[in-house]
């Protein structure tokens, strides 16, 4: 099965960017859907952004515009570029692989405060 490694979080004052990466390994993603999650206190665990093995992406509508994902199969890594950051994308970010099983990631902080 895949192992999954984020990294990348911190803290950024609203307005900011952030990149964070996942990198993988026990196996090539270039099969797998991949995306990130996050889950702010107190929250559910939500979907964030998705690539498809193809290179279709789909964002949730609160990152629309802001957020970028992208994967580079050749280094088993996928991306996420969060540039305006807002207060209310702090969270705890999970990279996730989907192929006929699910895997996570351990998760990367964010948090966005001024």
């Known amino acids: 099965q895949v192992q999954l490694v984020e990294s990348g979080g911190g803290l950024v004052q609203p307005g900011g960017s952030l990149r964070l990466s996942c990198a993988a390994s026990?196996?090539?993603?270039?099969?797998?859907?991949m995306g990130w999650y996050r889950q702010a206190p107190g929250k559910q665990r939500e979907p964030v952004a998705e690539?498809?093995?193809?290179?279709?992406?789909n964002y949730a509508d609160s990152v629309k515009g802001r957020f970028t994902i992208s994967r580079d199969n050749a280094k088993n890594t996928v991306r996420l570029q969060m540039n305006s950051l807002k207060p209310e994308d702090t969270a705890v970010y999970y990279c996730h692989a989907r192929l006929n099983y699910s895997a996570w990631g351990q998760g990367t902080q964010v948090i966005v405060a001024s």
């Open positions: 690539i498809t093995n193809g290179g279709r992406t």
């Open positions: 026990g196996s090539i993603i270039s099969l797998y859907v």
